[in-house]
């Protein structure tokens, strides 16, 4: 999951806040969620407000949004939802 996001553009950094490893650009895009042991979650803070439809984000109250990858066949799934997923917090924070 790590790899997709940092190679689906440049532009995309990371550090660690809050415990966990979390991605930036003009914002925090997302973080893991390290209390998860079940499975992969990754949390977009703001993931109601990017443009687009992406099947895989889960949550309806508020602004943040999840998506959680079981195993690695989950991952590579989503590997194409989760680059446009990037793409578009971009485009819209460029």
Known sequence: VRKIILKA?????ECVKWS???FTYNGNLA?????????VSLLFHTGAHIPGDFPH???GAGTARYMK???KGEVDERKEELERIVKAWIESKS
């Open 20 to 22: 966990a490893p979390t």
């Open 31 to 39: 973080s893991f969620n390290p209390r998860s042991k079940q499975h």
């Open 69 to 71: 990858f079981s195993n």
């Open 9 to 13: 553009d440049r532009r995309i950094g």
């Open 57 to 59: 984000l889960e949550g």
